[in-house]
T-cell receptor, first 109, second 117 residues
Framework: DAKTTQPNSMESNEEEPVHLPCNHS???????IHWYRQLPSQGPEYVIHGLTSNVNNRMASLAIAEDRKSSTLILHRATLRDAAVYYC??????????FGTGTSLTVIP | DGGITQSPKYLFRKEGQNVTLSCEQN?????MYWYRQDPGQGLRLIYY???????QKGDIAEGYSVSREKKESFPLTVTSAQKNPTAFYLC????????????????FGPGTRLTVL
């Protein structure tokens, strides 16, 4: 299965945009890119997913590189409630979700 | 409200005892999953079920058992054969499961924290 690489941790100031990167150089043409986040002592929460085009929803935006070897989750205005571990996952139909260790985001007031 | 419930939130077990963790969903999803999470680690798949009366082993099924007698319920039993059961257990569901498209998304419950005394 294709793997993803994310920084272990990132910091952001409150009310500023946050760009969380993810590298997936071995992505295949049918892999979907999913992002989930997990607040402390809670289950993961779906954030967004995409295949080729950039995607927006009420929580975040997903920017996908033209060659699909990397993607960026964008939180437009970080709040303290956005402090969480963010997982970037490639999902191929018929395969499992593989959750790595993700990026731990700290939001500074 | 639709969602996934897990109970109990905290569970303490003596060594050598079997315990059962509950997971219920009212999302009408076909597929359900059990994951284990250790401190500072990602999630590892224990078992999954695509449909009622069918389930498959995940990456770390040894010492665990499941049943899927109803679409909305997928209980996990941690047996005495599981040598290191202390962990955070997460249940999830998705509409189509592994037979679905890659865009199928998972919805998670709040988790059960199991501690072996």
């Amino acid at each position: 299965d294709a793997k993803t690489t994310q920084p272990n941790s990132m910091e952001s100031n409150e009310e500023e945009p946050v760009h969380l990167p993810c590298n997936h150089s071995t992505i295949s043409g049918t892999d979907y890119i999913h992002w989930y986040r997990q607040l402390p002592s809670q289950g993961p929460e779906y954030v967004i997913h995409g295949l080729t085009s950039n995607v927006n929803n009420r929580m975040a935006s997903l920017a996908i590189a033209e060659d699909r070897k990397s993607s960026t989750l964008i939180l437009h205005r970080a709040t303290l409630r956005d402090a969480a571990v963010y997982y970037c996952i490639l999902r191929l139909a018929g395969n499992q979700f593989y959750f790595g260790t993700g990026t731990s985001l700290t939001v500074i007031p | 409200d639709g969602g996934i419930t897990q109970s109990p939130k905290y569970l303490f077990r003596k060594e050598g005892q079997n315990v059962t963790l509950s997971c219920e969903q009212n999302l009408n999803h076909d597929a359900m999953y059990w994951y284990r999470q250790d401190p500072g680690q990602g999630l590892r798949l224990i078992y999954y079920s695509q449909i009622v009366n069918d389930f498959q082993k995940g990456d770390i099924a040894e010492g665990y058992s499941v049943s899927r007698e109803k679409k909305e319920s997928f209980p996990l039993t941690v047996t005495s054969a599981q040598k290191n059961p202390t962990a955070f257990y997460l249940c999830a569901s998705s509409q189509r499961g592994l037979i679905g498209f890659g865009c199928d998304t998972q919805y998670f419950g709040p988790g059960t924290r199991l501690t072996v005394l």
